[in-house]
């Protein structure tokens, strides 16, 4: 069965701090992928990246990092220098090599105080 | 820029009453999704089709809850009766794995509330 664990709930930073989100899976699969989605307070899922499971190399976009580590089984999110937009929830999301079965994890609520 | 709609956005109803969610997905789309968002089970997935036929329901509370694709470009989410406990935002979603790498695109979401 495939499981996603997010086990931050909420986290509180300053504008400006760095941040960074826990996201850690379990799949018997060799092939999967993984995704991060934001959900700003409008409530619409926002698709910010996805990960191959034959793809370790870490990605970064802009403010935005990612550290695939298969070895620990985590797709860990960082933000860096946060910013009051970036308030939201953040969901961590694996799914199987059918694309059919997505787990989300319980999402971990962001808040980036002025 | 090509979205998955959904309607309506907001709905209130009394318990009892049948409930009917739709979702068009993104043209092009073979597969569709309808999952469910609680403060209390977070984003859980109901039901999928391909190409229109079912593939999976587990998820879905099968007594009162129905879900159909009468076309390819119309997604519906049934509920009858109703009740308060199935007030949450329903999301529906499309892609046309494995294209696009498995990326699901997700509607605005219809947010009912069941008093």
């Known amino acids: 069965a495939q499981k996603v664990t997010q086990a931050q709930t909420e986290i509180s930073v300053v504008e400006k701090e760095d941040v960074t989100l826990d996201c850690v899976y379990e799949?018997?699969?060799?092939?999967?992928?993984l995704f991060w989605y934001k959900q700003p307070p409008s409530g619409e899922l926002v698709f910010l990246i996805r990960?191959?499971?034959?793809?370790?190399q870490n990605e970064i976009s802009g403010r935005y990092s990612w550290n695939f580590q298969k070895s620990t089984s985590s797709f860990n999110f960082t933000i860096t220098a946060s910013q009051v937009v970036d308030s939201a929830v953040y969901f961590c999301?694996?799914?199987?090599?059918?694309?059919?079965?997505?787990?989300f994890g319980a999402g971990t609520r962001l808040t980036v105080k002025p | 820029d090509a979205r998955v709609t959904q309607t309506p956005r907001h709905k209130v109803t009394e318990m009892g009453q049948e409930v009917t969610m739709r979702c068009q997905p993104i043209?092009?789309?073979?597969?569709v999704f309808w999952y469910r968002q609680t403060m209390m089970q977070g984003l859980e997935l109901l039901a999928y089709?391909?190409?229109?036929?079912?593939?999976?329901d587990s998820g879905m509370p099968k007594d009162r809850f129905s879900a159909e694709m009468p076309d390819a470009t119309l997604a519906t989410l049934k509920i009858q009766p109703s009740e308060p406990r199935d007030s949450a935002v329903y999301f529906c979603?499309?892609?046309?794995?494995?294209?696009?790498?498995?990326?699901?695109?997700f509607g605005p979401g219809t947010r009912l509330t069941v008093t």
């Open positions: 979603a499309s892609g046309f794995p494995p294209g696009d790498l498995y990326e699901q695109y």
């Open positions: 799949t018997r699969d060799t092939t999967y992928y």
């Open positions: 990960r191959n499971s034959f793809d370790e």
């Open positions: 999301a694996l799914i199987d090599p059918l694309g059919n079965d997505m787990r």
């Open positions: 043209l092009g789309h073979n597969t």
């Open positions: 089709f391909r190409n229109r036929a079912p593939l999976d």
